[in-house]
Structure formats: structure tokens, C-alpha cells
């Protein structure tokens, strides 16, 4: 496993890349609910295609930062294929959102974020 | 699971483009995503259609070249968005290849910038070209289909028609007699099969539907397995069937099997009524075969739309009437001039055998091909030319589109230039502009030709509802295709080209303001060119349109203005006895006279300009004139029988005596009336009233008829 200053090599990550993970960080999922996750947060804004899709969750599976799994009981009979996040997917997803709330703090602190004036 | 649809089907072949092992890992679950996605609400409707796959092709394509392109090298990380013009900036580090897909795709997204930004030019060269390349295939893959579909046939290149020559008529078309016909089918050497038909129109009635007035053909047993034709449901026509006194059977067209039965398979095995005797459906023939096909005598097309075969029985010692058309297979390898080279010793036995054969009658064969398509190989080539003319015109368009950009353009690569761009890079980036126009274009364009060949065809199957299937003229595409997306690029590079030899610091100071006089001399010529070619165009449809409006204004010699016309034919077998036939006919003209608006209405057997009359057998000749002198004076006339009222209705004038009276009817009174040209032919400068004619009189008794007037000619047929 690689150490952790490796993880900053990795990042930033794509936004498709980032709510990929945040979305099987729930729990086990096939491909196309994550789709539908994905595009139900981001209102839309993102959008995967079936290729996208795919080919993000290949990258992702070979980089090992998801895995295939079985599926859970309800669907157990399904042809679908589910994945999970791996521990070191796991890790590099809190990389990455410790990264932007780096940004996101340093940004609120100077007044510079959109919903910093509440603050 | 529903089955897949055709959607699902191209789906599959196109994730073909993912490299193998990706394919083979995810291929379900692409499909399945491919198959959720479709069924959301928002892809709804054709406007959702169009965006569903505008979506799934851009998602396939991009992804699938960058797994391809850049297999497992790029990392998950975001891109670094460089400065305002990419391709300036220095290249990654990396392979070759590497470096020159992103090049690439930097370009291509740059390119996509910027024709966003000249929206209106991009929208215009864009639809320009959509339409040049989608109405062009369209309109000839269209009429390809309907005029040009080779011969639905099997090796149709061995097929001739089998016609006679009589030197008494001067005509090498001529139909054979029953006897002749059964004839040269038993001892014709050089054919391995022959098959003779003959033209017939058929009431079908029955069901829910209308009674239909359909023009059928008797055809010999064999006709199909000369042709080489296999049915789509049931079976062919047999030679037990055109035995005497077989059960009636009939094969259907599959135009007619589609409009009045809906294509119901329950059809074959079932009965339908023509004229009024049922018989059996045996079998439908597959779309767009048909027998004869439309054929070209002497100049004339004649196009039997046969919707429905029946077994053919000759008469076997016929010899004097010409009925019989025959189709014939060579014997592979034997030539047509070989083939009547071999008939010639059967031709004179046949002639000695029977003296009916009048000396110098000759066999006449043509190959099938060449009588079915010379008529139209002239109007295909002339559409060919006016949709190459079209694309020309979208052609110069696209062109001159790009060169109205030149100026502004000439400026940007100044700029471009000045920050250090290369000249390969700026070429390069205008290279791909034009080609997104292109390909974007052209992706439009087959859409556009496809969905516009679906309505034309769908609107040319109601005038000829046995269409075979309708294609997309891969050639004619491709040229249009070709032509189209290279005057695109080649006239979209102009700028770049003209770059190589360009002063810097003029251009920017210039701002690029004014085109050079070259530029402008070249675009004139694209817009004199651009008018010729219209002018081109609306001369010839001007031409069509005259020749048109003068065929509609030849004075027919009749006024059928005002006049509506209804055909009706009796089945033989509801109506077997004349006197049945004669009350119906007077019943129809009490009735209609008895309708208010009605002023007068008449019966006749044929209309004017719709049938030819009857010209019968044999000759007509005056009293008093012999057979013989009648024969070498080739006394021949059409003869209509017409009611009390036809002349008037029609508004032929009568020059002299009397219209029919309803009194004429009936055997006591055999009276007739000519026209202007046989009165002053037979009886020039003397009234020919009250003389007497004979019509169609071949022998023996001649059945005379009295002249009780004269009626001005008209255009019969």
C-alpha cells in the first residue's frame, strides 16, 4: 500500500472520479446507481454515459481503489455487477476531501467563498 | 426480458470501438446502463430520441478513443487547464503518439470553442451541408429504388421475351397466339424453360373492404421457376393448376397482401372472390417482385401493376388472335443472336405445318434487362445530374462560407503566429475546425438523408404499394459525403495556406479589414459559378414544367370539363346473360339522369385518352367493297360502343345526321356513327349517311351496320 504522501501524487482527482467514490463510500452499489447518485447530487452537472461511466470504474478497479463484490441480499439473484470501495480508495477519497476543505477553510477565512459572508 | 430493439443492436456493434479485453469485462453492464438510461423519462419523444443519442455517441466515441488512444497511461487526476491557447503551449512530455492525441484533442476542444463563438457561421455551413448531402442521397436513393432496382429475378441476364414479327403488321412486338405460343414451348431448343402470360383486370370483391378493380395476369405454371422467383408464404403456381378444370387458386402480389389484408399470414389457404368466384390463396410473392415488369415497347412504357397471378390455361388451337406474351430462360451459355439462329428450322416447319402462319412471321427475342430499364436509365441519369447539381451548389456554399471568414481568420493566425504558434500547429487547428464542420455536417446529413428517404418512400408506397425495400445508395452518399466534406476542408485550410506567405505585422495592423484581390476575384467566381449552376437547375424543371402544361393543353377534341367519370365491370359470373348486362346499364343511366345535378351521362366502353377502343381482329370495309381490298388497305378502326348521350356529354360535335337514340339499342336497328376522318377516307366529297359498314370482319357473313352520323375526330388514346 502505498504511503501516504503518494496520495497527493494522485490528486486532484477528476470531479467524475471524486463523486464515483463518494457515492460507493455509502455502501455497495452497481454501476448504474452510482450513475444515477451521481447525477441526482450534482443536479445533472454531471453526467455519465455509459463509456464514461465504465471506463471510470475500470480505472478505478485498476487502480485499486474499488472492488467488485457481491451483491447484497435483496438483489442477490442479479446479473449486476456491484462494487465497493476499497480501503485504499477509501483513503485516497479523504485525501482528496481534506485537500478542498484546505482550499474551501483558506477561502472562508479570507472571505473569498461564496457562502462565506454567513460565516 | 423484452426483446433487444434495433436501438440496443447498434448499441452493441458500436462498443466494438473499446479496446477487446475493456469490452469483454464491461459489455453487459454497458448495456444495461445504455438500456436504463434510455427508458428516463427526459429521452422522451423525438427531440429526447435525437439527444439520447447524440449523448451515447459523444459518451462512446470520447471514451473509447481515450482507452484505445491512451490505454492505462492516464491518471485519474484532473487535467491541468493550461493558458487561453493550448496548442501554443509546449507538449507533455511522453511517447510521440501520446503527445500527438493530446495535441489533438487540445485542438479539437479549442476548435469546439470557437465555432461556438461564430455560432451563425458554424449553424450555417453546417445546415448548408446537412441539406446538400441528406436531400441529394435521399432524393436519388429514392428514385434508384423505384426506377433502377435490378431485376428481382434470378439471373435475370438469361431471361428474354419472346415476341413474333408479322410482316403483315410491320411490328417485331408482337404477342404469340395460344397454338403458336404452346408450340415453340414444347419444341424451342434453346431456352431451358418458357412461360407465356397474358394481361387481364379482375374484380375482387368480398370482405369488409371495397370492391377493387385490379389488374391481374394469367401466368403459365412454370412462370416462377423461369423466373427463379421463391413466394414468401404459401407456394407458387404449379402445372396441375393450369389444368381444366383445376380448382381455382390464385397467387397475390405483396402490395396487395399488405393494403387490403394487412399482411395477414392467415391469407395463404384462405378464399377470395374474383369476379365472383372464390379461389383459393396459395401464396404471396415477396416484396417488390412483380410480372411483367415495366416494360418499354417502341418507346412506350408499359407498366402492368400485377397484384395477382392466375393460373393460365391456353387455348390450345387458337392461332388466329395474339394473346400471349411468353418470358423465356436461355440455356446458359447461348446467346440471343445463337438462340435465333437455333429457332429458325422451327420456325419454318411450324410455318408449312400450319397454314394460319402468314409467310415472313420470324421470332423476335429481347433480353429481358434491356426492355425493362431503357426507359428509365435516361430520367435516372438526368436526376443524377440535377441532385449532382444541387451538391454543387452546396458545395460552392460551404465554400464561400469559408472564405467570407478569411479576413477575420487571416487576423487570428496573425495573433496566433506573433505568440509563437508553428505553422504546422496553426494549419493543424484549422485542419480540425473544418473537419468538426465536416463531420458534424455529414453526421446530419445521413440522419437527414435517412429520415428523408423514410417519408419519400413512404409517400412514393402509395402509388406503388409493392415497392421492394428502400436503400440508402451507398455510392451516391459517399460521393456527396466526399464532395461536401472536403470542399469544407480544403476551402476552410484557404486561410492557413495563404498564412504560409503572409506578412505579420501588415496583417495585425491591417486587422485583417480588407480580403485581397485574389480572394475577392475567386470568391466572385464561386457566386457567378453558384448562379449558373441555379439557373441550370430552374431552366430544366422550366423545361418539365412546359412540356408538361403543352401534354395538358393538346385540344383532345372532347370537353371534359365538367364531366366525372366511374368505372364499373361486371364479374362474368353475377351478370352470365346479356339482357342482364343491358338492364343494369339502363338502370344506371335512369338513375343517374334522375340526379339533380346531373345534366346528361352516358356509358361507354372505354374513355377517350383513359382506353384505346377496340380494334378487333380483323378489317372494316364500306358495302360494297371486297374483304381482299379491305385487307391490302389495311382497313383498320377502333370501335367503342357508346350510349345515347356520349356525344353529348363529351361535347364532341356532330357534323351530320344523328346521336345514338336510346331506340337504337336492340338487334332491329344496327346503326353507327363515324368520325370526321373514316367519312372523308371512304366516301370523300358524298354524304356518307345511310351507307352501310362492316367491322371487324375477318370472314363469311358480314354483319352491316348503318352510318346515321358523322362525329368530329377526338384523341382517343
Known sequence: MPETQDFDEMLPLTPATLHILLSLAEGPCHGYAVKQDVEERTGGRIKLGPGTLYEGIHRLERQQWIEECGAPGEDEHSQRRYYRLSPLGRRVMEAELRRLDEILSFARSRNLAPDSEVA | MKPAGAGERIYRRLLRLFPKPFRQQYQESLVDAFRAQRSESRYRGLLGWARFWGEVTIDLTKTALRL??????????????????????????????????????????????????????????????????????????????????????????????????????????????????????????????MAGFRSTSVTLTGGQAQAERLRAMYVDGDLFDVLGVASYRGRQLRAQDCLPGAAPVVVMGYGLWQSRYGGDPGIVGSAIDIDATPHEV????????????????????????????????????????RSVMAVARLKSGVSVDLALQQ???????????????????????????????????????????????????????????????????????????????????????????????????????IGLAWTGLQSLSGLARNYVPD??????????????????????IVFGMAPGLRAMRLDLTRSLNQGGRSASGGQQRLRSGLVVA???????????????????????????????????????????????????????????????RAVPWVEQSAISSTLPLIGVGNSGAGHFLAEGQALEEAQQAQQVAETRYVSDGFFQVLEIPLLSGRAFESADLGEERPVCIVNRQLAERMWPGQSPLGRRIGISVTEGEVPWLEVVGVAENFKSG
Request: proline fraction near 8%; include cysteine.
Open chain 2, 68 to 193: 484505445r488512444l491512451l490505454g492505462d497511461r492516464r491518471a485519474l487526476s484532473a487535467p491541468r487547464r493550461g493558458g487561453s491557447i493550448p496548442s501554443v503551449q509546449c507538449e507533455n512530455a511522453g511517447p510521440w503518439w501520446t503527445r500527438w492525441v493530446s495535441g489533438w484533442t487540445r485542438d479539437f476542444r479549442f476548435s469546439a470553442r470557437s465555432l461556438r463563438k461564430a455560432a451563425g457561421f458554424t449553424a450555417v455551413s453546417v445546415i448548408t451541408l446537412a441539406l446538400g448531402i441528406g436531400a441529394t442521397t435521399a432524393i436519388f436513393s429514392l428514385v434508384y429504388s423505384v426506377l433502377l432496382r435490378p431485376l428481382p429475378y434470378d439471373r435475370p441476364d438469361e431471361l428474354v421475351l419472346f415476341w413474333e414479327y408479322d410482316p403483315r403488321y410491320q411490328f417485331d412486338h408482337l404477342p404469340l397466339s395460344p397454338a403458336q405460343y404452346l408450340d415453340w414451348k414444347r419444341e424451342a431448343e434453346p431456352f431451358s424453360a
Open chain 2, 282 to 321: 396459395v401464396g404471396v410473392l415477396p416484396p417488390g417482385v412483380r410480372f411483367p415488369p415495366p416494360v418499354n415497347l417502341l418507346g412506350q412504357l408499359y407498366e402492368w401493376q400485377t397484384q395477382l397471378y392466375l393460373p393460365f390455361v391456353p387455348d390450345t388451337d387458337r392461332r388466329a388472335s
Open chain 2, 343 to 445: 429457332l429458325q428450322p422451327l420456325a419454318r416447319e411450324l410455318a408449312s405445318r400450319h397454314s394460319e402462319i402468314a409467310e415472313g412471321v420470324r421470332p423476335v427475342l429481347v433480353p429481358l434487362r434491356e426492355q425493362a430499364v431503357q426507359e428509365s436509365r435516361g430520367g435516372l441519369l438526368m436526376i443524377l445530374a440535377a441532385v449532382g447539381v444541387l451538391l454543387l451548389i452546396a458545395c460552392v456554399n460551404v465554400a464561400n462560407l469559408q472564405l467570407a471568414r478569411l479576413p477575420a481568420r487571416t487576423r487570428e493566425i496573425a495573433v496566433l503566429s506573433a505568440l509563437g504558434a508553428s505553422r504546422p500547429q496553426v494549419l493543424r487547428r484549422l485542419l480540425t475546425e473544418s473537419l468538426l464542420v465536416a463531420v458534424i455536417g455529414s453526421l446530419l446529413g
Open chain 2, 467 to 488: 415497392m421492394g425495400p428502400v436503400q440508402l445508395n451507398a455510392p451516391v452518399l459517399l460521393v456527396a459525403l466526399l464532395a461536401g466534406g472536403l470542399t469544407g
Open chain 2, 530 to 592: 453558384e448562379i449558373a449552376l441555379a439557373v441550370v437547375l430552374c431552366i430544366g424543371t422550366g423545361l418539365l414544367f412546359n412540356s408538361f402544361l403543352r401534354m395538358q393543353s393538346i385540344d383532345p377534341g372532347f370537353n371534359a370539363q365538367q364531366a366525372t367519370a366511374l368505372q364499373f365491370l361486371l364479374p362474368k359470373g353475377r351478370y352470365p346473360e346479356s339482357a342482364q348486362i343491358e338492364q343494369l346499364q339502363s338502370r344506371v343511366l335512369a338513375e343517374t
